[in-house]
T-cell receptor, first 110, second 112 residues
């Protein structure tokens, strides 16, 4: 089955810096890659997603890139703010279901 | 359009009791997924349902756990004879198709 690896597990940055989180997947048939943000005690919230026919997608300070040949995709957050602090999960479509990475705890210090 | 609803938000059970977790998907969504999350860990897939059908239950323990999504009413995740190891947050998500999933607020189950 699909396996998703996510790195780093924790990431500390200063406010205003950029943050990059990387994921790799195993199933070459996967074609949908969402990213979720989960604040403490809250639900995971979809922040951006990308499909395999697109190499990059941007939404304000957030961007996602996809390399299908290498089977990896990344989340880029620019000009980080303290409210970006949360756990971020990547996911990819295994057969009929999402398979999640283990999460990255991002801490943005003022 | 209300989001995905789950109830109860918190549930306390003693060992051996039954837990029933409910999930109402977003309007127009016919796909429901259940996930389990332990503290400081990721989301583990349990089961995927469409109306009246279980599509994939490969992540659900064979014993004590069951799920349904009837023609009318919410999806229900049922845990019989709960044990302490069942303590976790259980999230459901709904989707209009097989991709984009929107999560509910979760049910936090505590087994004493």
């Amino acid at each position: 089955g699909e396996n998703v690896e996510q790195h780093p597990s924790t990431l500390s940055v200063q406010e205003g810096d950029s943050a990059v989180i990387k994921c790799t997947y195993s199933d070459s048939a996967s074609n949908y890659f969402p990213w979720y943000k989960q604040e403490l005690g809250k639900r995971p919230q979809l922040i951006i997603d990308i499909r395999s026919n697109v190499g990059e997608k941007k939404d304000q300070r957030i961007a996602v890139t996809l390399n299908k040949t290498a089977k990896h995709f990344s989340l880029h957050i620019t000009e980080t703010q303290p409210e970006d602090s949360a756990v971020y999960f990547c996911a990819s479509t295994g057969f009929q279901k999402l398979v999640f990475g283990t999460g990255t705890r991002l801490l943005v210090s003022p | 359009n209300a989001g995905v609803m789950q109830n109860p938000r918190h549930l306390v059970r003693r060992r051996g009791q039954e837990a029933r977790l409910r999930c109402s998907p977003m309007k127009g969504h016919s796909h429901v997924y259940w996930y389990r999350q332990l503290p400081e860990e990721g989301l583990k897939f349990m089961v995927y349902l469409q109306k009246e059908n279980i599509i994939d239950e490969s992540g659900m323990p064979k014993e004590r756990f069951s799920a349904e999504f009837p023609k009318e009413g919410p999806s229900i995740l049922r845990i019989q004879q709960v044990v302490r190891g069942d303590s976790a947050a259980y999230f459901c998500a709904s989707s209009p198709a097989k991709e984009t999933q929107y999560f509910g607020p979760g049910t936090r189950l505590l087994v004493l």
